[in-house]
T-cell receptor
């Protein structure tokens, strides 16, 4: 039973345009959400996070939006750059309950120049 | 500090053999996690430690798997009597267990191939 779902295995975007990566979750206990980026042969790298008390968090070109009622979050990358091409993982935790991160299967983003 | 370090980077072993992996976390981090990743999947949680205490274990962690974190520093993950289904990337991560700051920093992983 997947608690964190990334339903789009891949996404292709042109350089300069917006990339929108989506993530849905089922566990209402989750209160902290993170996005990780992964290049081949490397471990995942933390990108941006959001707690359940917020609905938006922004860091440079990256913005994460959280819709708690829909149990949905999204990562926006504007403008997209070729170096953003990687696998993006959504992760969630029930921090107050002390659980570890649960990851989605990932979305492969390809940004073409 | 250069981040989370995992050794070895690659391990090929014959089915039935035992293997042990090591993880050195970021020095001030009190939480340490083990994950497993197979092709086309996201990292799957195996177990985690807060200091030297093992606080949570996944159902994925069969009794052939054991993890330790003596003295709350480095950790080892041992797999006994390896099976071909154990072939995967084993990832270690660490974090500071502060309120609303649970970003986990990952190592580069140990790729295990069981032949």
């Amino acid at each position: 039973d997947q608690q964190v779902k990334q339903n789009s295995p891949s996404l292709s975007v042109q350089e300069g345009r917006i990339s929108i990566l989506n993530c849905d979750y089922t566990n209402s206990m989750f209160d902290y959400f993170l996005w990780y980026k992964k290049y081949p042969a490397e471990g995942p790298t933390f990108l941006i996070s959001i707690s359940s008390i917020k609905d938006k968090n922004e860091d440079g070109r990256f913005t994460v939006f959280l819709n708690k009622s829909a149990k949905h979050l999204s990562l926006h990358i504007v403008p997209s750059q070729p170096g953003d091409s990687a696998v993006y993982f959504c992760a969630a935790s029930a921090y107050q309950a002390g659980t570890a991160l649960i990851f989605g299967k990932g979305t492969t983003l390809s940004v073409s120049s | 500090d250069t981040g989370v370090s995992q050794n070895p980077r690659h391990k090929i072993t014959k089915r039935g053999q035992n293997v042990t992996f090591r993880c050195d976390p970021i020095s001030e981090h009190n939480r340490l996690y083990w994950y497993r990743q197979t092709l086309g999947q996201g990292p799957e949680f195996l177990t985690y430690f807060q200091n030297e205490a093992q606080l949570e274990k996944s159902r994925l962690l069969s009794d052939r798997f054991s993890a330790e974190r003596p003295k709350g520093s480095f950790s080892t993950l041992e797999i006994q009597r390896t099976e071909q289904g154990d072939s995967a990337m084993y990832l270690c991560a660490s974090s500071l267990g502060r309120m609303m700051n649970t970003e986990a920093f990952f190592g580069q992983g140990t790729r295990l191939t069981v032949v």
